[in-house]
């Protein structure tokens, strides 16, 4: 048999925890890494396995320990759990007890009535599937992924505590709550002895709404820790757009970023923040990581890759000095609420 038949092992590698800082959840025990994998886009069959593989190996070897997976990702649904069940069978196995793996329920991943919603059924049936995708008996956090306003709160938290309960999950979470239904949440979670470990919000420079409305001070006084999503706004805040929409950018075929944002306005503020990170001898990317990192409420910023420098290069962003109280005022000027965003 030829060498190419089998791949080489993965050993981890040994200088994994030096450089990667890791933040408090909230007022929990447990310690998020900084930066945390999501595999909300580009891990699903449409991209090349092998290249999968070999980042998140890479983001592992970072010291980056919490992979953030959903039903719904692919494509098609449940696509990104059954990759990184592959990766997990066959590389992580060993390291099972140094992840932490969260999985989302709640958002639509079907025609029929169960497959979506804050129902008991819907949120405990697809967490077994989801534990099937990974080939795990836990996973360390399990969400609601979205407020369902037709179901009681207290049933989808009952369906979280069940979670907890049966030893399916160790933490739970929930994501784009409204402050009010999270407050409420996290006092119904409390008080049946399970408490809300984090929240995922999306927040960036140009998406503003964590402080707007009033989620950052809430995660304080109820003891949450803040996982935040699209930290640069879907790529608006790389140097990727800054001369309009490059043939094969995201822009031009993503459900998330429509090229009709990158306009004038949006030029005109990316230029000016992309001046201040290169004062700083820093990218874009890197001065945005840094920016949402920057708030004691944010335990950790989600963030993935198409390939290990980008990977490698985000990460980065942890080496530079702390924000300035002028370079912060820079970024209040340029970072507007709404910008680029669809509404």
Same mark, same amino acid.
């Given at each position: 048999?030829?060498?190419?038949?089998?791949?080489?092992?993965?050993?981890?590698?040994? *200088?994994?925890?030096?450089?990667m800082?890791?933040?408090?959840?909230?007022?929990?025990?447990?310690?998020?890494?900084?930066?945390?994998?999501?595999l909300?886009?580009?891990?699903?069959?449409?991209?090349?396995?092998?290249?999968?593989?070999?980042i998140?190996?890479?983001?592992?070897?970072?010291?980056i320990?919490?992979? *953030? @997976?959903?039903?719904?990702y692919g494509?098609?649904?449940?696509?990104?759990?059954?990759?990184?069940?592959?990766?997990?069978?066959?590389?992580l196995a060993p390291?099972?007890?140094?992840l932490?793996?969260s999985?989302?329920?709640? @958002?639509?991943?079907?025609p029929?009535?169960?497959?979506?919603?804050?129902s008991?059924?819907?949120?405990?049936s697809?967490? *077994?599937?989801? $534990?099937r995708?990974?080939?795990?008996?836990?996973?360390?956090?399990?969400y609601?992924?979205?407020?369902?306003?037709?179901?009681?709160?207290? &049933?989808t938290?009952?369906?979280?505590?069940?979670?907890v309960?049966?030893?399916?999950a160790?933490?739970?979470? =929930?994501?784009?709550?409204?402050?009010?239904?999270?407050?409420?949440?996290?006092?119904?979670?409390?008080?049946?002895?399970?408490?809300l470990?984090?929240?995922q919000?999306?927040?960036?420079?140009?998406?503003?709404t964590?402080e707007?409305?009033?989620?950052? *001070?809430?995660a304080?006084d109820?003891?949450?820790? +803040?996982?935040?999503?699209?930290?640069?706004?879907?790529?608006l805040?790389?140097?990727?757009?800054?001369?309009?929409?490059?043939?094969g950018?995201?822009?031009? @075929?993503s459900?998330? +970023?429509?090229?009709?944002? =990158?306009d004038?306005?949006?030029r005109?503020r990316?230029?000016?923040?992309n001046?201040?990170?290169?004062?700083?001898?820093?990218?874009?990317?890197q001065?945005?990581?840094?920016?949402v990192?920057?708030?004691?409420?944010?335990?950790?910023?989600?963030?993935?890759a198409?390939?290990?420098?980008?990977?490698?290069h985000?990460? &980065?962003? +942890?080496?530079?000095?702390e $924000?300035t109280?002028?370079?912060?005022?820079?970024?209040?000027?340029?970072?507007?609420?709404?910008t680029?965003?669809?509404q």
């Open positions: 048999m030829g060498h190419g038949a089998f791949e080489k092992t993965y050993a981890a590698a040994d *200088d994994r925890y030096e450089t800082q890791y933040r408090r959840a909230g007022a929990s025990g447990l310690d998020l890494p900084a930066f945390s994998f999501g909300w886009q580009k891990f699903g069959t449409d991209y090349a396995y092998e290249t999968q593989r070999e998140v190996l890479h983001a592992f070897d970072l010291g320990t919490h992979f *953030d @997976n959903a039903d719904r494509p098609p649904h449940r696509a990104a759990q059954k990759f990184f069940g592959k990766v997990l069978a066959k590389d390291y099972r007890d140094e932490i793996l999985t989302k329920a709640g @958002n639509p991943i079907g029929g009535p169960y497959q979506k919603g804050g008991r059924k819907s949120l405990l697809s967490l *077994d599937h989801s $534990l995708d990974l080939g795990t008996d836990y996973v360390d956090v399990f609601s992924h979205s407020p369902d306003e037709s179901t009681p709160l207290e &049933e938290v009952g369906a979280l505590v069940s979670a309960q049966q030893g399916k160790l933490y739970v979470g =929930i994501s784009n709550y409204q402050p009010d239904r999270a407050h409420r949440a996290a006092e119904l979670l409390r008080e049946a002895g399970v408490p470990l984090v929240h919000p999306r927040y960036s420079m140009f998406d503003r964590p707007n409305n009033g989620l950052l *001070d809430l304080a109820d003891g949450f820790g +803040l996982v935040v999503y699209s930290p640069l706004a879907q790529g805040l790389t140097d990727k757009y800054l001369q309009g929409v490059p043939s950018a995201r822009a031009e @075929n459900a998330f +970023l429509s090229p009709d944002v =990158i004038d306005t949006y005109a990316a230029a000016a923040l001046e201040l990170a290169q004062q700083r001898g820093q990218s874009l990317a001065l945005a990581l840094q920016w990192l920057r708030r004691p409420e944010v335990t950790s910023a989600l963030i993935g198409s390939s290990v420098w980008q990977l490698d985000n990460v &980065e962003a +942890l080496r530079f000095p $924000l109280d002028a370079e912060l005022a820079v970024i209040e000027k340029h970072g507007v609420h709404g680029g965003l669809k």
